[in-house]
């Protein structure tokens, strides 16, 4: 809060805020150029009254002047070491300001100082109580490093994104870093599908609440509903994310989405590449069946494809063979091509398993399908639109592989978080 003394620096901080008001990487080159010329005469004038002689400042007038000239360095893309020596003496003059420690955890970031960061934040947590801006930052660094206990500081970093929105439930950047937040978590803790959707949930109020301006927040929605297989949406999202900024790789995620979703109806046409002669003694081999002493399973009946209606078809049992791989280790979800017993193709999506999945299904594996999940894929893609069946796997326990439940398979997927938000 600003004194009397401090009233003459009124002025210069009101152009620092109107700089630093929108993000540096919305800016155009010659826009950056400009403003480092602005940026260094206002650095002059700081410097002016830092060492004016005539009426010298108050210490706390040292330690805001200091603090404007490491913030004003500090919304320049590249680390500034002359922005962190700023923030360092003033912070030595008053370490109670929560502004100047979390100033200097972002400066630290860019620095890939990334455990003098974390402490930074924390400094400003313990030092200047709870605000919204060090509990956000703090979670991000938390996904970023993880250290030896990955999955606990994954859920830590939840949990202070939950603490920042108590704090202000109308903030959309809080919510982001939540979803943001959930999305890993889903990876890294192997949560159920749900968590995915509350982070979906989480980007969707983002949006509401002011981050139309953010392409990550669209990079990152468009990433969720690709995995979830709702391509249309995620190909809207990886557009809008292009337009905001077009240093991400979102068109090339667009053309990934396409060349996926053709390469799948491809091989559904072209009945998974097997020859006929093949083909038919494959799906003589198939199960119509299910011999099983355990009394649970007497409820379900054996179905084929044709007989599902979109969602989930409860106490039903669709048996398979696959026939084809379609992706790649890395890939989530894992993606088969599959035929029944009627010959009819379809794509069979497998999430929540590791790699390991690659050792265990392939070409004429059995796979019965508890209470599948029919979904039906849509987009358009060059003027044509793309249409097939694809069952959802989204519980690895609701499906038999060679007679062997999924479970017993798959140790916990081993996907490595990304960071998402810039430095």
């Given at each position: 809060?600003?004194?009397?003394?401090?009233?003459?620096?009124?002025?210069?901080?009101?152009?620092?805020?109107?700089?630093?008001?929108?993000p540096?990487?919305?800016?155009?080159?010659?826009?950056?150029e400009?403003?480092?010329k602005?940026?260094?005469?206002?650095?002059?004038?700081?410097?002016?009254?830092?060492?004016?002689?005539n009426d010298?400042p108050?210490?706390?007038?040292k330690?805001?002047?200091?603090?404007?000239?490491?913030?004003?360095?500090?919304?320049f893309?590249s680390?500034?070491k002359?922005?962190?020596?700023?923030?360092?003496?003033?912070?030595?003059?008053?370490?109670?300001?929560?502004?100047?420690?979390?100033t200097?955890?972002?400066?630290?970031?860019?620095?890939?100082d990334l455990?003098?960061s974390?402490?930074?934040?924390?400094?400003?947590?313990e030092?200047?109580?709870?605000?919204?801006e060090?509990?956000?930052h703090?979670?991000?660094?938390l996904?970023?490093?993880?250290g030896?206990d990955?999955k606990?500081?994954?859920?830590?970093?939840?949990?202070l994104a939950?603490?920042?929105?108590?704090?202000?439930?109308?903030?959309?950047?809080?919510?982001?870093?939540?979803?943001?937040?959930?999305f890993?978590n889903?990876?890294?803790?192997?949560?159920?599908?749900?968590?995915?959707?509350n982070?979906?949930?989480?980007?969707?109020l983002?949006?509401?609440?002011?981050?139309?301006?953010?392409?990550?927040?669209?990079?990152?929605?468009?990433?969720?509903?690709?995995?979830?297989?709702?391509?249309?949406?995620?190909?809207v999202?990886?557009?809008?994310?292009?337009v905001l900024?077009?240093?991400?790789?979102?068109?090339?995620?667009?053309a990934?989405?396409?060349n996926?979703?053709?390469?799948?109806?491809?091989?559904?046409?072209?009945?998974?590449k097997?020859?006929?002669?093949?083909?038919?003694?494959?799906?003589?081999?198939?199960?119509?069946?299910?011999?099983?002493?355990?009394?649970?399973?007497?409820?379900?009946?054996?179905?084929t494809?044709?007989?599902l209606?979109?969602?989930?078809?409860?106490?039903?049992i669709?048996?398979?063979k696959?026939t084809?791989?379609v992706?790649?280790?890395?890939?989530v979800?894992?993606g088969?091509?599959?035929?029944?017993?009627?010959?009819?193709?379809?794509c069979?999506?497998?999430y929540?398993?590791?790699?390991?999945?690659?050792?265990k299904?392939?070409?004429?594996?059995?796979?019965?399908?508890?209470?599948?999940?029919?979904?039906?894929?849509?987009l358009?893609?060059?003027?044509?639109?793309?249409?097939?069946?694809?069952?959802?796997v989204?519980?690895?326990?609701?499906m038999f592989?060679d007679?062997?439940?999924?479970?017993e398979?798959?140790?916990p997927n081993?996907?490595?978080?990304?960071t998402?938000?810039?430095r």
């Open positions: 809060r600003m004194d009397n003394a401090m009233a003459d620096l009124a002025p210069l901080e009101a152009s620092i805020a109107e700089m630093v008001k929108r540096s990487f919305r800016r155009t080159q010659a826009e950056m400009a403003l480092q602005d940026a260094d005469r206002l650095l002059a004038q700081l410097d002016a009254r830092l060492n004016d002689t010298p108050s210490v706390d007038k330690a805001h002047i200091l603090y404007l000239q490491g913030k004003l360095l500090d919304y893309p680390y500034s002359r922005g962190q020596e700023c923030l360092e003496k003033s912070l030595k003059l008053n370490p109670r300001r929560a502004e100047v420690w979390n200097m955890g972002h400066i630290l970031w860019k620095k890939n455990a003098g974390r402490r930074s934040f924390e400094h400003s947590l030092k200047c109580g709870k605000t919204k060090a509990l956000r703090l979670s991000i660094i996904r970023a490093t993880g030896e990955k606990a500081s994954v859920e830590k970093s939840v949990e939950k603490q920042a929105l108590q704090l202000d439930y109308a903030d959309g950047e809080s919510w982001y870093i939540l979803g943001n937040g959930l890993t889903f990876f890294v803790n192997m949560k159920k599908i749900d968590e995915l959707k982070a979906l949930k989480a980007y969707n983002a949006e509401s609440k002011g981050q139309t301006e953010n392409p990550d927040l669209y990079y990152n929605r468009a990433t969720a509903y690709r995995y979830l297989e709702e391509y249309s949406k995620a190909v999202d990886f557009e809008k994310a292009a900024d077009e240093s991400l790789d979102a068109q090339a995620q667009i990934r989405v396409q996926y979703i053709t390469t799948v109806e491809m091989l559904i046409a072209n009945k998974g097997v020859k006929e002669k093949a083909l038919n003694g494959l799906i003589r081999r198939i199960p119509t069946t299910v011999r099983s002493s355990n009394p649970a399973f007497t409820k379900f009946n054996v179905r494809l044709n007989t209606v979109l969602g989930v078809n409860h106490e039903t669709l048996t398979v696959v084809t791989i992706t790649q280790k890395g890939d979800p894992a088969f091509i599959c035929v029944d017993a009627n010959g009819e193709f379809a069979l999506s497998i929540n398993s590791s790699d390991d999945i690659y050792d299904v392939g070409r004429e594996t059995d796979i019965y399908l508890f209470s599948p999940l029919v979904n039906e894929i849509r358009e893609v060059k003027e044509r639109e793309i249409r097939y069946k694809c069952i959802q989204f519980e690895v326990d609701s592989i007679n062997i439940k999924g479970s398979f798959f140790s081993t996907i490595v978080n990304q998402f938000e810039k």
